[in-house]
């Protein structure tokens, strides 16, 4: 199983990225899926997920400014960011519960730079 994230790049503060993570291989159902980040000097953190019906939830700081939502048939989960800040800079991950032929596990993808100038 892999996970392949896109989307990510430089922004001006105030504006939008989409961020896309499809995840491919031998699966049979992926449970919940997130997105995470990573600042420059700060720990991972989670920032989204969506379950599989698509009960989303959100860390405070970028609530009514992203939106995660996911398509079930292609295996691949999103994220909108709108109203972007400096301090949303990072690198973000996607990360999946899978349940695939080599047993039920969570995977990550390799990480998109996102990076708000302000």
């Known amino acids: 199983v892999q996970l392949q994230a896109s989307g990510g790049g430089l922004v001006q503060a105030g504006g939008s990225l989409r961020l896309s993570c499809a995840a491919s291989?031998?699966?049979?159902?992926?449970?919940?899926m997130r997105w995470y980040r990573q600042g420059p000097g700060k720990q991972r953190e989670l920032v989204a997920r969506v379950s599989r019906l698509g009960t989303v939830s959100y860390t405070d700081s970028v609530k009514d400014r992203f939106t995660v939502s996911r398509d079930n048939a292609k295996n691949t989960v999103f994220l909108q960011m709108n109203s972007l800040k400096p301090e949303d800079t990072a690198v973000y991950y996607c990360?999946?519960?899978?349940?695939?032929?080599?047993?039920?596990?969570?995977?990550w993808g390799q990480g998109t730079q996102v990076t708000v100038s302000s």
């Open positions: 291989g031998s699966i049979y159902t992926i449970h919940d």
């Open positions: 990360n999946a519960d899978v349940i695939a032929v080599s047993g039920r596990r969570d995977y």
